[in-house]
């Protein structure tokens, strides 16, 4: 664990890149009045610098992830994590995830979750999982929130 930290934090987080559209998606979800926030299970300490590294600061007012110690790497701690500390009410909330453990995680905190298929999850494992809109592409985001 100590050496893949070790190279993550210098090289491996930057061994990734946005997928096309998601600024723009990120730009009209602000433009149209909605608070978005990251919660990864990324350490938090590595998710703060990829969010600067990739300039998608701009978009989100906090970003919550999981400490070194392992603290708040299971989704659904995490989200019940954040949704007190920004005092927002699950039931008017999204969660917009790829993988079944986002999913499980807004369920369990009465949230919404919208599964996308440009990441890592299957659809078949995001809509067992709950997803009530599963999205190919990022564009296909906005046709899900009102």
Do not use: Q, W
């Amino acid at each position: 664990m100590t050496l893949y930290r070790e190279r993550f934090s210098d090289i491996g987080l930057y061994e990734n890149g946005v997928y096309d559209g998601i600024d723009e998606v990120l730009t009209a979800l602000r433009a149209s009045g909605h608070r978005l926030f990251v919660a990864t299970s990324k350490a938090h300490v590595f998710a703060e610098r990829i969010i600067d590294h990739f300039g998608l600061r701009k978009h989100f007012e906090r970003v919550f992830g999981a400490e070194l110690d392992g603290t708040r790497a299971d989704k659904s701690h995490l989200l019940e994590y954040a949704l007190k500390e920004v005092a927002v009410d699950p039931s008017k909330t999204l969660m917009i995830g790829d993988r079944s453990h986002d999913m499980v995680g807004a369920k369990n905190n009465g949230m919404k979750g919208i599964g996308v298929l440009y990441g890592y999850g299957s659809r078949a494992e995001l809509i067992k999982a709950g997803a009530h809109h599963v999205c190919a592409t990022p564009g296909a985001i906005l046709g899900c929130i009102s």
